[in-house]
Nanobody
């Protein structure tokens, strides 16, 4: 089973940027996604990418501020986060799963079974 390792979290001020990385232990052609969970809240899907085609889907809450990308040679998926807000403070997780039967990926938590350990992002005002 593929293992995922996230990195790149940290503390920034409002309006700042961070780039998260998720490296897979083996090359995959799966859906890979970014999710987050704030204290006391459920896990939220942010962005996913189908690594075989490179097409991406975003949650409304982050579209235009966050960008998901991939480097297949490094088995790594990135999440570039710009214009960060205090409400973006959360633990950020990477996940991987084969695409749906029709070949699409969705940022739905329940669709993913392989998860990384998470990386903390804190945005101060």
């Amino acid at each position: 089973q593929v293992q995922l390792v996230e990195s790149g979290g940290g503390s920034v001020q409002t309006g700042g940027s961070l780039r998260l990385s998720c490296t897979a232990s083996t090359s995959t052609r799966n859906c890979m996604g970014w999710f987050r969970q704030a204290p006391g809240k459920g896990r939220e899907g942010l962005a996913v990418i189908f690594t075989r085609r490179g097409d991406a889907m975003y949650a409304d809450s982050v579209e235009g501020r966050f960008t998901i990308s991939q480097d297949n040679a490094k088995s790594t998926v990135y999440l570039q986060m710009n214009s960060l807000k205090p409400e973006d403070t959360a633990m950020y997780y990477c996940a991987s799963e084969p695409p749906s039967g029709d070949g699409y990926c969705f940022p739905v938590v329940s669709a993913y079974t392989v998860w990384g350990q998470g990386t903390q992002v804190t945005v101060s005002s």
